[in-house]
């Protein structure tokens, strides 16, 4: 319990709880939970009602702490992750929780996933039929890279499932304008002399800017060599993925990109369900 | 299900990338106006021939930028720098600089790395750059976006491995060593392809049981020798032979368990960079109780001995004593005392063997013996000027009390055999000397104060500069001919690192990494006002 001491706030603890998809008695072992989708669905629709008032609506913290960064949620076992939820925090403003023992379980498969990295996950999906779609007719390739092969302008996605949640990988393929990774901000300079490049601001000041255009050049300008620069409110990445991929195409990306490493080491967690 | 990619992306599709590739002919050729490997060049020189900044006008150096490293605690990377991008390397991690300003393209951060030891820099050839992880991965990534390409391990931390060494890029493949050897591991070089990451070779530096050398040892300590081979070594073109230097043996400080010479601890070895086989070593301490690793830069030198050109390896070696040994065959050629506080040998035979003095090996109470355990030189960087013909060396003066142990060598604890001490805080200090290399006769010598805790050491250039982290956290320059001090900045720091320099758009810069930060000095020139282009701030 030490671990997260003060990481979690639950308020609204009294919040009357719909049941949700999932709900049938499992014994209470966390492997049954944990990695689950249909748990993880269920205790984000629990996360919901009692426990966004604090930790936000992600889980990125607001009055209580972020969930999805604090090394404290990502070391806890899992057995200490439900002990917090269930106990609370004495002395601080995390109150025990009202929810029977399943739902916290469900509640800490949600907060789980927030951070978890997508490898240990077991996304569920064909991921063969990922990797041909990424390779082939969804043009990931155009932009990122995967151990080195592909195009320049977005993030590297070698060691992604060892790197980033499922939740955000799932962001990032379906609401690619609703956050930019660092050194990936879109943009169109056009320098003094008229010339035009698109791609990439790795780093800009006041003072000088640092550009990767589409061909994997690197331009580095002082801000006088620049007329205008223009930040695009669009990523470089196609936002129509929601539309264009079915369900399943979908969910065989989300099962090829999850498992992206350049560990031998990394496998996915032992026990989890398929 | 999914439409065509959107057309732009299409067009994108045909543009090429123009990134430079560095080849193995551009790091042969080095350092030019960039620094394309660990030593600036393959023979270990350490001399640039950029010369815009000189005697005349290096009172006008000033910094240009400093990059915190966030997380950093005691950097030890010598940047590399190529094609106006300098690559630092902290622990498990690599950022990418613009090299004019200091502003960060890309910083790449390992994933599942829990060990974090120091770590000494990074290799670049084609379009990519490598590094080692503390856990001893290999790990190749894009240059231009930090994109990981692979991640090989090439040593078990199990064993009791860690590793910190910066690789080193020869034609198609990196050559890449270990560190461990103070708990006990057993020692090795390898080869890596530069393309794959598989491995090319592996040469153990403690020979198998019955093979050559194995009776330079004891059954307790045969498997976890040490000799560790964490420092770059130098490389020979027409030979196509490295050189590389090996590290102490195991327990450092207790010799009990471990009778013989203990081959090829504290060692030079030449290998066939191809085969991995060795061709020739040359032990500098025979079963050394004080920690005197070899891991000091072995320089590849063509000078004149007794009327003749020979080609050579020198190092001023960490247990006192300088070393010419002849390139090809590994013979000693000469040798001498390099500092004045030497008491565990009264000099070299002739084969290079020190005259050990009896009754100067640690002992359970206590042995004041010259130098100390950091030693009288250590992995600091040397650098040597062809137009001085001077060898500059940082250079230690100080005594420690050994202290040995009997106790049951137990590998993978920190069990070393015991250790040392100084005997007052006021004994010892670092000196910059500057040595002929064919003589090894003593030219100049620059004092220095501070605690004695620095691991900075030299760069020589063509515009007649010795430049030189000091030990009171100083960026200092020397003028390479007499020694006399021309500038020094005060980089509030200790330094662990050596300074490299580069050029860019003509204008010369030096870059030195201190304990967490990078600084990067360059001449005085007035500042360009600056006006940010129309829509910066509208995001």
Redesign the interface.
């Known amino acids: 319990m030490k671990v997260l001491s003060a990481l979690f706030l639950i308020a609204a603890a009294s919040a009357e709880v719909p049941p949700g998809p999932g709900m049938q008695a499992k014994g209470g072992a966390p492997g049954r939970f944990i990695g689950d989708p249909m748990a993880i669905e269920a205790g984000k629709e629990s996360y919901g009602l009692v426990c966004s008032g604090c930790h936000g609506v992600t889980g990125e913290g607001g009055r209580g702490p972020n969930l999805v960064t604090a090394p404290g949620v990502q070391k806890a076992s899992d057995q200490e992750l439900f002990g917090v939820i269930k106990d609370g925090i004495p002395g601080s403003d995390m109150p025990p929780s009202p929810l029977d023992e399943e739902r916290i379980w469900q509640l800490a498969a949600f907060v789980r996933s927030l951070s978890a990295?997508a490898i240990s996950q077991n996304v569920p999906g064909d991921r063969d039929a990922g990797r041909m779609?990424f390779y082939g007719?969804?043009?990931c390739t155009?932009?990122h890279?995967i151990?080195?092969e592909?195009?320049?302008?977005g993030p590297?996605l070698?060691?992604l499932g060892?790197?980033l949640s499922l939740g955000r990988i799932r962001e990032g393929l379906l609401d690619p304008n609703n956050r930019f990774a660092k050194?990936f901000?879109p943009v169109v300079?056009t320098l003094t002399d008229g010339t035009r490049i698109e791609g990439v601001a790795?780093?800009?000041?006041?003072?000088?800017?640092?550009i990767?255009d589409?061909?994997?050049?690197?331009h580095?300008l002082?801000?006088?060599d620049?007329?205008?620069?223009?930040?695009l409110v669009d990523s470089?990445m196609?936002a129509?993925y929601p539309h264009?991929?079915?369900g399943d195409?979908i969910q065989n990306m989300l099962a090829f990109l999850s498992r992206l490493s350049?560990?031998?080491?990394?496998t996915p967690r032992e026990g989890a369900p398929q | 299900m999914i439409r065509a990619a959107s057309s732009f992306l299409a067009a994108w599709l045909a543009a090429a990338p123009l990134a430079s590739q560095v080849r193995y002919e551009d790091i042969l050729a080095a350092p030019g106006e960039d620094w394309l490997t660990f030593m600036g060049d393959y023979s270990a020189n350490r001399h640039s021939p950029l010369r815009e900044i000189d005697k005349s006008n290096v009172a006008n150096l000033v910094a240009k930028w400093v990059y915190h490293v966030p997380q950093a605690t005691a950097l030890s990377s010598y940047p590399i720098v190529h094609d106006g991008v300098m690559y630092v390397t902290n622990s498990n991690e690599m950022h990418a600089l613009e090299a004019a300003t200091g502003r960060p393209i890309w910083v790449y951060l390992h994933p599942g790395v829990e060990m974090q030891r120091t770590n000494r820099g990074a290799a670049i050839l084609g379009e990519r750059i490598y590094f080692v992880t503390s856990d001893c991965q290999l790990v190749a990534l894009n240059r231009i976006t930090g994109a990981a390409i692979f991640a090989r391990r090439y040593a078990n931390p199990d064993d009791g491995y860690f590793c910190s060494v910066a690789p080193v890029a020869i034609k198609d493949r990196l050559i890449v060593g270990v560190s461990g050897g103070d708990s006990g591991i057993r020692g090795f070089l390898a080869a890596h392809s530069a393309e794959s990451g598989e491995q090319l070779w592996k040469l153990w530096t403690i020979p198998g049981e019955g093979e050559f050398g194995a009776d330079t040892w004891g059954p307790k300590t045969l498997p976890w020798g040490g000799a560790g081979t964490w420092m770059p070594g130098s490389y020979d073109p027409d030979l196509n032979w490295i050189f590389w230097p090996t590290g102490n043996p195991w327990p450092d400080l207790y010799g009990g368990d471990r009778p013989g010479d203990n081959l090829y601890s504290d060692s030079v070895i030449a290998v066939d960079l191809e085969t991995g086989e060795m061709q020739w070593y040359f032990q500098f301490t025979p079963h050394d109780v004080w920690d005197w690793d070899a891991q000091e830069p072995p320089l590849l030198l063509e000078l004149e001995i007794g009327g003749q050109m020979r080609r050579v390896v020198v190092q001023a070696n960490r247990n006192g004593f300088y070393y010419v040994l002849d390139r090809l065959t590994g013979e000693f050629i000469r040798g001498n005392a390099f500092v004045d506080k030497l008491t565990w040998a009264s000099g070299l035979d002739p084969h290079g063997r020190p005259k050990k003095i009896p009754g100067m090996e640690p002992s359970p109470d206590g042995k004041v013996v010259c130098p100390t355990m950091w030693g009288a030189a250590n992995w600091m960087a040397d650098s040597y000027n062809p137009d001085t013909g001077l060898h500059y060396v940082m250079t230690m003066e100080a005594c420690d009390i050994y202290t040995s142990s009997a106790r049951e060598p137990i590998p993978k604890i920190g069990f070393a055999g015991t250790g040392a001490e100084r005997q007052s805080r006021l004994d010892g200090q670092f000196v910059i000397r500057a040595f002929d290399p064919a003589t090894g006769r003593r030219v100049w010598e620059y004092p220095l104060t501070g605690p004695t805790a620095s691991w900075a050491g030299t760069l020589s250039t063509a515009g007649g500069i010795l430049f030189s982290g000091d030990d009171d956290k100083h960026l200092i320059a020397l003028d390479a001919v007499t020694g006399k001090h021309l500038w020094h900045f005060n980089v509030g720091q200790t330094v662990n690192a050596s300074p490299i320099t580069w050029a860019r758009n003509g204008k010369q810069y030096v870059t030195i990494v201190a304990q967490t930060d990078v600084f990067t000095f360059g001449l005085f020139s007035p500042a360009r006002s600056s006006v940010a282009p129309e829509g910066l701030h509208e995001r």
């Open positions: 990295p779609l007719d969804a043009g155009n932009c890279m151990r080195g592909g195009g320049y302008l590297d070698s060691n060892l790197t050194g901000d300079v790795k780093n800009y000041s006041n003072y000088a800017l640092q990767l589409r061909a994997g050049r690197l580095f002082a801000s006088d620049a007329a205008a620069i223009e930040f470089w196609p129509d264009t991929l079915s195409e350049l560990s031998s080491d990394a």
